[in-house]
Each structure stands twice: as C-alpha cells, then as structure tokens.
C-alpha cells in the first residue's frame, strides 16, 4: 500500500520560504504523478502544483513564479519550495499521488494522500 508522509510545514513571515518534503513507499510503481495541494480554513481542497514522472511540472496560477516542485526518485520523496510565501498561502498542505500520467491539478486524479503539514504565513 502506498504511504505518503509529508514535512516541513510551518509559521513563517510574509515573503518568507519554507521547503515541504513528501517520503512515498509502497507500491510505487502505480505512481504516474505527484502532486501539492492545498486547503485553507473554510475553503475547498485545491491542486497547487503537481508532477509527471517524466518531469513535466503544472503550477495554478496563485503560485506560478513562487513555488516549485521537484522530485528525487531515488529518495521517493518530492519536495515544494516556496517563496516569496503570502497569508493567503496559509493552508493544510498535501502530498498526493496518482496512478495517472499527466500531472493534473484534479483532486479525483490521485488516489493515495499523505496526512498533511499546515503552513501558516502571516502577515
């Protein structure tokens, strides 16, 4: 079975950088794409960024140019760096993983997730 385990959240000034890391074990063969997302207090669950395996990247246009994800595959382990952090950026931050190529930002697309690690930005 596929686990996910993310780190690094945090609280952090605006315009300040925190780096999330997501370790995966399990199955990862089934593992197509990666994928960030994200849910603020009283708001929906919403794809950040995600990544395919051959390495294409797609970001949501709130973070283009702050965030970026990467992968180490040797290490299963995927990471989100950033920057330039905002208090709207404050949310629950999950890693997810999907039997699915393409890199989607669609919730429905992944089906293992890790428990979370809360960011909070202020202002």
């Known amino acids: 079975q596929e686990q996910l385990v993310e780190s690094g959240g945090g609280s952090v000034q605006a315009g300040g950088s925190l780096r999330l890391s997501c370790v995966a074990s399990?199955?990862?063969?089934?593992?197509?794409?990666m994928g960030w997302f994200r849910q603020g207090q009283g708001k929906e669950r919403e794809g950040v960024t995600a990544?395919?395996?051959?390495?294409?990247?797609s970001y949501a246009d709130s973070v283009k140019g702050r965030f970026t994800i990467s992968q180490d595959n040797a290490k299963n382990t995927l990471y989100l760096q950033m920057n330039s952090l905002k208090p709207e950026d404050t949310a629950m931050y999950y890693c997810?993983?999907?039997?699915?190529?393409?890199?989607?930002?669609?919730?429905?697309?992944?089906?293992?997730w890790g428990q979370g690690t809360q960011v909070t930005v202020a202002s």
């Open positions: 399990g199955y990862t063969y089934r593992r197509k794409s």
């Open positions: 990544i395919d395996s051959d390495g294409s990247t």
């Open positions: 997810a993983a999907s039997p699915f190529v393409g890199g989607s930002l669609m919730e429905y697309e992944y089906t293992y």
